[in-house]
């Protein structure tokens, strides 16, 4: 008998249940007319109290969503705009649309976040905004980074994009800063197919964003097609948020799952006997939300470019795995931004040791096991 192919593991995919589908398809049949905000109105409302804030807007992306509320907090041309080097693009793409400056800063050896006394020395009068990223779920030093802000009177941004399920302290993330973001991509713990959420707690952001999302019409105008304003399209669909309702009604199980992917990997790494190697790390008094289990092989100083290695590996036996973020001031539009000395950065070093590693809903222990064996066979 010829034997079965196996399957192919994806680094990451959704839980989709007859849920998601039946609030899908009611959208989709009746979520028209006066109905066509249901949805959207009931995501919002059980987002905001998951996430415990008083304000939440529905939007087409994470980077929307960041675009919307940077531009309220009046960020422009020439002003800065302080993030880590370690990011995907979509964080800085805002900053770059509305004329103003990344400023990149290196990033913690074991949380991969921003560091904040780095923070604090790029700090000059032309700086409106720190971005803090909680990078992979793991989680930025709030506290630290909060204390700057309210020293130098700027705004904290959250990019919880990666984020859900991860607590600081009591306080989830997105939570926290002046505004959050959150994306709801495929890729995500939860999903709407594309989509993200702008909250806050301040009520006067609120209003400003609640307006520039929908073409700068302010929800008191009563004259129809009357923008006060030139806003942005940046909304989420009735059907996308059905499916989001869906989502947030399990979120605490998808949660759950992908922390146990993580504690799995762990366990198998330990018992393959893989040394020198760290995983996601879990602060004092936090909990991380483990959207994607990442795990850096060796010392980072060293550069061993284990990752393209590994990829090389296992790609041909049907495991996909992703690569760290490369630092944003390697890439072609902010080459201009590269520090002086990258090699001492740990954005710089960190990569060429650093695997994303299949995460997806669903993964079965066999798997793990499987791609655990053939980490092991590359590496020990």
Same mark, same amino acid.
């Given at each position: 008998?010829?034997?079965?192919?196996?399957?192919?593991?994806?680094?990451t995919?959704?839980?989709? #249940?007859?849920?998601?589908?039946?609030?899908?398809t /009611?959208?989709?049949?009746?979520?028209?007319?006066?109905?066509?905000?249901d949805?959207?109105?009931?995501?919002?409302?059980?987002?905001?109290?998951?996430?415990?804030?008083?304000?939440?807007?529905? #939007?087409?992306?994470?980077?929307?969503?960041?675009?919307?509320?940077?531009?309220?907090?009046?960020?422009?041309?020439?002003?800065?705009?302080?993030?880590? /080097?370690?990011?995907?693009?979509?964080?800085?793409?805002?900053?770059?649309?509305?004329?103003?400056?990344?400023?990149?800063?290196?990033?913690?050896?074991?949380?991969?976040?921003?560091?904040?006394?780095?923070?604090?020395? =790029?700090?000059?009068?032309?700086?409106?905004?720190?971005?803090?990223?909680?990078?992979?779920?793991?989680?930025?030093?709030?506290?630290?980074?909060?204390?700057?802000?309210?020293?130098?009177g700027?705004?904290?941004?959250? /990019?919880?994009?990666?984020?859900?399920?991860?607590?600081?302290?009591?306080?989830?993330?997105?939570?926290?800063?002046?505004?959050?973001?959150?994306?709801?991509?495929?890729?995500?713990?939860?999903?709407?197919?594309?989509g993200?959420?702008?909250?806050?707690?301040?009520?006067?952001?609120?209003?400003?964003?609640?307006?520039?999302?929908?073409?700068?019409?302010?929800?008191?105008?009563?004259k129809?097609?009357?923008?006060?304003?030139?806003?942005?399209?940046?909304?989420?669909?009735? %059907?996308q948020?059905?499916?989001?309702?869906?989502? %947030?009604?399990?979120?605490?199980?998808?949660?759950?799952?992908?922390?146990?992917?993580?504690?799995?990997?762990?366990?198998?790494?330990?018992?393959?006997? +893989?040394?020198?190697?760290?995983?996601?790390?879990?602060?004092?008094?936090?909990? +991380?939300?483990?959207?994607? #289990?990442?795990?850096?092989?060796?010392? $980072?100083?060293?550069?061993?470019?284990?990752?393209?290695?590994?990829?090389?590996?296992?790609?041909?036996?049907?495991?996909?795995?992703? &690569?760290?973020?490369?630092?944003?001031?390697?890439?072609? &539009?902010?080459?201009?931004?590269? $520090?002086?000395? &990258?090699?001492?950065?740990?954005?710089?070093?960190i990569?060429?040791?650093?695997?994303?590693?299949?995460?997806?809903?669903?993964?079965?222990?066999?798997?793990?096991?499987?791609?655990?064996?053939?980490? =092991?066979?590359?590496?020990?």
């Amino acid at each position: 008998m010829t034997a079965q192919p196996l399957r192919r593991i994806p680094y990451t995919k959704p839980s989709i #249940t007859d849920l998601e589908v039946q609030y899908a398809t /009611d959208a989709a049949r009746n979520g028209w007319g006066e109905h066509c905000y249901d949805y959207i109105i009931r995501f919002e409302e059980a987002f905001k109290a998951h996430l415990g804030v008083k304000y939440a807007i529905a #939007t087409s992306s994470c980077t929307g969503a960041l675009h919307m509320g940077m531009h309220a907090l009046g960020i422009g041309s020439g002003d800065e705009v302080i993030l880590a /080097d370690t990011n995907w693009i979509a964080t800085a793409a805002p900053i770059v649309h509305l004329g103003a400056n990344p400023v990149f800063v290196d990033i913690l050896p074991d949380s991969w976040c921003l560091d904040p006394e780095q923070v604090e020395e =790029a700090i000059t009068p032309k700086t409106k905004a720190i971005i803090a990223v909680h990078l992979y779920g793991n989680l930025c030093d709030m506290n630290a980074l909060l204390a700057i802000g309210e020293r130098h009177g700027i705004p904290v941004i959250e /990019d919880a994009a990666e984020a859900i399920g991860s607590i600081y302290h009591g306080q989830r993330a997105g939570s926290m800063g002046r505004f959050g973001a959150f994306s709801f991509h495929g890729t995500k713990t939860i999903t709407t197919g594309e989509g993200g959420m702008f909250v806050t707690n301040d009520p006067e952001l609120y209003e400003q964003v609640l307006t520039l999302s929908n073409h700068g019409r302010a929800r008191n105008q009563t004259k129809q097609f009357w923008p006060d304003v030139v806003g942005f399209k940046y909304k989420m669909s009735n %059907i996308q948020a059905a499916i989001g309702c869906a989502q %947030i009604e399990r979120v605490n199980e998808l949660i759950k799952e992908k922390q146990d992917i993580l504690e799995r990997y762990k366990k198998k790494f330990k018992e393959f006997q +893989i040394g020198n190697y760290c995983f996601n790390k879990r602060e004092e008094n936090c909990e +991380i939300g483990a959207w994607m #289990t990442n795990v850096v092989i060796g010392h $980072p100083s060293l550069n061993s470019m284990i990752s393209e290695s590994l990829q090389e590996h296992l790609k041909p036996l049907g495991i996909d795995v992703r &690569p760290f973020f490369y630092p944003l001031s390697s890439v072609q &539009p902010f080459q201009h931004l590269k $520090p002086q000395n &990258p090699t001492q950065w740990w954005s710089y070093k960190i990569p060429p040791s650093a695997i994303n590693l299949p995460c997806a809903h669903g993964i079965l222990s066999q798997e793990i096991d499987r791609i655990t064996s053939c980490i =092991a066979s590359v590496v020990n």
